[in-house]
């Protein structure tokens, strides 16, 4: 990747473009298989980048490369949202007792909703390239994990926003057709990819100058 804009042309670059990202999306419409399958497929598409085969990765089940990211995200999307659910909870518990600090409890909960999805956000960019190459261990070093993010914090904004870009790109399917979001999330998969190429590179070969 050149420029993390990039990202967003690459796949289209790629040979057979249009047949992988259908079947991946094909394969995405099968519940939490599809899900583990189409990060397995990231990982592999980040393979080839960071091999300097700007190609999208073959489509089909990666579920052994998959399950790590899955399961990462799993884990810190219950730490960070835990706090937040139990203050919902007694937020809504206390409102249907008549109980006027219900109102307050649940302010709070939505705050650190809130703060938690940024923080998240915010993450992801390093979890994605620890996890592609040192697997779960590497994603569940927070420590390792933090510092990668805040190396170079706006290289990482960056990188956050433009895969959260990604994210509402592969949601454009529903105003098309409900099944069409496979698709077009399959497509914003890949550009995760190209977006998490860049990052790395950046990380590696830092410049004042670089494209963006």
């Known amino acids: 990747m050149n420029s993390v804009g990039d990202a967003f042309g690459f796949p289209f670059r790629s040979p057979n473009w249009l047949g992988t990202v259908v079947v991946q999306g094909l394969i995405l419409i099968i519940p939490i298989i599809g899900q583990i399958a189409i990060l397995g497929w990231l990982l592999t598409t980040i393979d080839n980048l960071r091999a300097g085969r700007q190609e999208l990765a073959p489509a089909g089940f990666y579920l052994g490369r998959g399950i790590a990211l899955f399961g990462a995200q799993l884990v810190y999307g219950i730490v960070l949202f835990l706090i937040p659910g139990i203050l919902q909870v007694i937020g809504s518990t206390l409102l249907g007792q008549n109980n006027g600090v219900g109102g307050a409890v649940l302010a709070l909960a939505v705050v650190l909703e809130l703060a938690a999805s ?9 979890l994605i390239l620890r996890t592609s190459e040192l697997g779960f261990g590497g994603a569940m070093d927070v420590s390792a994990v933090w510092q ?15 895969i959260y870009v990604a994210g509402l790109i592969g949601s454009l399917g529903l105003i098309l057709c409900f099944v069409g979001v496979f698709f077009t999330t399959a497509y914003a998969y890949a550009v995760m990819a190209g977006i998490v190429s860049w990052y790395e590179r950046m990380q590696r070969f830092p410049s004042p100058s670089a494209a963006v």
């Open 118 to 126: 940024l923080l998240l956000v915010f993450l992801w960019p390093a």
């Open 148 to 162: 990668q993010s805040t190396a170079n914090v706006g290289q990482t904004v960056v990188a956050a926003l433009l």
